[in-house]
């Protein structure tokens, strides 16, 4: 079954802990990207990747990392998690053929930060 | 820029009622893609519809039906006879020329409540 993967689903964390959140899709997709949700301003980029060890900001970078070391995996890291990244968290991804491919989507992580 | 705006917060219909839910976006590409995804209350996000900047057909899917004006800038949605199961919230979002062409930008979403 083609998927995106997300683990964990739920996750509470303390301040300053360093945590990754894992993405893993099985159709062999280029593009590669996480958002995160949050009430009253929709769902919003933080970095997306269009290949293996290609990966750039979205819309709201800050206080978090990614890397892309095979096509499959897409990790999100906070290195040193705040309150304010309290939100829950989708990664995406899409064939890669150019504007208009539909995404897919994980199940969503939701994280808080306490 | 490119932005979408969904200007309803929350929409609380009657079963079998109708309801439409507006999506205004904002680009000054050419080339665009417009989604609607619902995001049930366990949380994941369902694609429901793509509809591109050239095709300014509306379409139906059983209950569903898009409405897409290029002159007013909108692409809304409209779900006729309304179930408890359509209780969710709608997620519209815009695919820009200009953006990585992976990215959608979303608007703020519009919580439905149906009530039996």
Redesign the interface.
């Known amino acids: 079954e083609a998927q995106v993967t997300q683990n964990p689903r739920y996750l509470i964390t303390v301040t300053g802990k360093k945590l990754t959140v894992t993405c893993s899709q099985n159709m062999n997709h280029e593009?590669m990207?996480w958002?995160r949700q949050d009430p009253?301003?929709?769902?919003?980029?933080i970095y997306?990747s269009?290949n293996v060890e290609v990966t750039?900001k979205?819309d709201v970078p800050e206080g978090y990392k990614v890397s892309r070391k095979e096509k499959r995996n897409f990790p999100l890291i906070l290195e040193s998690p705040s309150p304010n990244q309290t939100s829950?968290y989708?990664c995406?991804s899409?064939l890669?053929q150019?504007?208009?491919?539909?995404?897919?989507?994980g199940?969503?992580t939701?994280l808080t930060v306490v | 820029a490119q932005k979408?705006t969904?200007a309803q917060?929350e929409i609380s219909v009657v079963e079998k009622e109708d309801v439409t839910l507006d999506c205004v976006y904002e680009t000054r590409d050419t080339?665009?893609?417009l989604f609607w995804y619902k995001q049930p209350p366990s949380?994941?996000?369902v694609?429901l519809i793509?509809r591109?900047s050239f095709d300014e057909q509306n379409e139906i899917s059983g209950r569903y039906s898009w409405n897409f004006q290029k002159s007013t800038s909108s692409f809304n949605f409209t779900i006729t006879a309304s179930q408890v199961v359509d209780s969710a919230v709608y997620?519209c979002?815009l695919?820009?020329?200009t953006d990585?062409?992976?990215?959608?930008q979303?608007?703020?979403?519009t919580q439905v409540v149906v009530t039996p």
């Open positions: 593009y990207s958002y009253g301003l929709g769902l919003r980029q997306y269009m750039d979205g829950l989708f995406a899409s890669g150019g504007l208009g491919t539909e995404a897919f989507f199940q969503g939701r | 979408v969904q917060t080339t665009y893609y949380g994941e996000l694609f793509r591109n997620f979002a695919s820009t020329s990585s062409w992976g990215k959608l979303f608007g703020a979403g």
